[in-house]
């Protein structure tokens, strides 16, 4: 314990710089603008400012990016309540009841609420970080290339699990996000694959960018555009935003209980922060000694879902930063982030980027007091922004969606392929293929594809060794009991009843 509270201290003192506080400041205004902006998304921002991090110090990059993450998890809840349409997809439940509590006049307290236990659940989150992450690295070290590729692939199967629409859908997405993978050099031979003849397809790191532009950025603005011209609020001017006490009190088991829910599943490979928001109302609405006020504006409602999905957000770092797994798309963005800056997502990152790895836990603090200190006495102005057209936000996004491809690079093919991936992200889109899979399947590619072979390398050729090494077992096991029961239709039914992407 006096390591981690040594090692905490440590991360304060890189994460209290002054440039540090001024790039997280950036990441969280960022993301709570793009959070109560319906239809721009974290994974949006965060790829079209990926270039950005290019050549600057990584600690710093990564604290803005996470900054972004976690603000729009305290942004998607302004538009969910005052519009009934969620920033974030994890924000979905929140707009159940609190869209039903504004329109009772009681939009402050909702607003408050939902900030309230954000700033909890994310203070109790990070301290869930600190103290799980040492542990996990170390025990992380002792796997062997058959584990890690057996937790790799349980990931993707819990990417389907947790992706909108049917698993079949999800499951070629995943098998294309693959195969995309494998374009350019190939790591133990040095051959090329699948270029067809053009040399700028060789650096996967090159081509990672106008990827996920592409399918995140200009796929959803093209999406977008079909939607309303404008958005109108519901309430110009939000008043009484404390709670009264009778509120507090009925907020703070949710709190609690959506918390704890939020920080488990944060760590499960999937998309823990949107199902936390779910599993929570679910469990809110059995408890709640109110069961009758679900649906017509229950506080639990609100602060339950907040708090979980906010838990989520924090505690999904812990997977990316110790094992190198991704446990959702947007970690998976800061992955690639991390590769694009030189560092190796993994165990080893606490020994040998010790700076970057408590310093980014700090800024999490950090972040969480400057969201507050944001999002309750600026609320009318992000009730204004509701009202901004968003073909008046498109030009902007796309201007800077090519000047960043661009810039890393200086290759104009690589604008053309964020053209290309962009239009190709759209049709997915229109054809009920979410893009989220893809993105982790092409992340884990190259590593997966390493690991394999190194173990198939060990064991002369017998795919065995996956069976006889117990985690590895256990892993592959849990993965295809998984697959199975995803594909049952009466689950799949019910997924479809869960999982509803909001294409407003």
Not at 266 to 282: D, E, H, K, R
Not at 298 to 316: D, L, R
Not at 436 to 459: D, H, M, T, W
């Amino acid at each position: 314990m006096m390591d981690i509270l040594g090692n905490i201290g440590d991360g304060f003192a890189i994460a209290g710089t002054l440039t540090n506080i001024l790039y997280a400041f950036l990441g969280c205004v960022l993301g709570t603008v793009i959070g109560v902006l319906p239809g721009v998304g974290p994974m949006a921002t965060i790829a079209i400012l990926m270039p950005m991090t290019m050549g600057s110090d990584p600690t710093t990059s990564l604290i803005m990016l996470a900054g972004v993450y976690y603000g729009a998890q305290y942004g998607g809840s302004t538009s969910a309540i005052l519009i009934n349409m969620p920033g974030e997809v994890s924000s979905a439940v929140t707009a159940i009841e609190g869209y039903q509590m504004a329109r009772r006049g009681r939009a402050g307290a909702a607003l408050a609420t939902a900030a309230i236990g954000s700033f909890i659940a994310g203070t109790l989150a990070t301290i869930a970080v600190a103290v799980l992450s040492p542990p996990l690295a170390s025990m992380a070290r002792s796997f062997a290339s058959p584990e890690y590729f057996a937790l790799m692939v349980l990931g993707l199967v819990m990417a389907i699990a947790l992706a909108n629409g049917a698993p079949l859908k999800a499951l070629a997405m995943i098998v294309l996000g693959l195969l995309i993978g494998m374009i350019g050099q190939e790591d133990q031979t040095g051959r090329m694959r699948f270029t067809m003849g053009f040399n700028e397809l060789a650096d996967r790191t090159a081509l990672f960018l106008p990827l996920v532009i592409g399918f995140f950025g200009l796929a959803e603005i093209y999406r977008n555009l079909e939607g309303p011209a404008g958005r109108e609020a519901l309430l110009r001017k939000v008043s009484n935003i404390w709670p009264s006490r009778e509120d507090f009190r009925r907020m703070v088991a949710p709190i609690l209980r959506g918390t704890g829910l939020g920080s488990l599943l944060g760590i499960i490979p999937g998309n823990g922060p949107v199902l936390a928001s779910f599993a929570s109302y679910s469990i809110e609405k059995r408890l709640s000694k109110h069961k009758h006020e679900f649906g017509n504006g229950a506080i639990e409602g609100v602060a339950g879902p907040e708090a979980a999905n906010n838990a989520g957000a924090q505690t999904s770092f812990v997977p990316m930063l110790t094992l190198g797994i991704p446990p959702s798309p947007v970690m998976a963005l800061m992955m690639g982030a991390m590769i694009l800056n030189g560092i190796l997502p993994g165990p080893r990152v606490i020994e040998e980027n010790p700076g970057l790895f408590w310093g980014l836990i700090a800024s999490m603090w950090i972040g969480n007091i400057i969201l507050v200190i944001l999002n309750l006495p600026l609320i009318s102005l992000w009730v204004k922004l509701l009202t901004i057209p968003y073909r008046v936000l498109v030009p902007a996004i796309l201007t800077f969606s090519c000047i960043g491809v661009y810039s890393v690079s200086s290759n104009a093919f690589h604008v053309f392929a964020l053209a290309v991936f962009g239009l190709f992200g759209y049709a997915f889109m229109r054809l009920k293929c979410e893009p989220a899979p893809l993105l982790l399947g092409y992340v884990l590619a190259q590593p997966i594809e390493n690991n394999l072979i190194r173990s198939l390398r060990v064991s002369r050729g017998d795919p065995m060794v996956f069976i006889e090494r117990p985690i590895s077992a256990v892993l592959l096991g849990i993965a295809l009991v998984a697959l199975i029961v995803i594909l049952l239709p009466f689950i799949a039914r019910k997924r479809e009843k869960v999982f509803v992407e909001d294409d407003a």
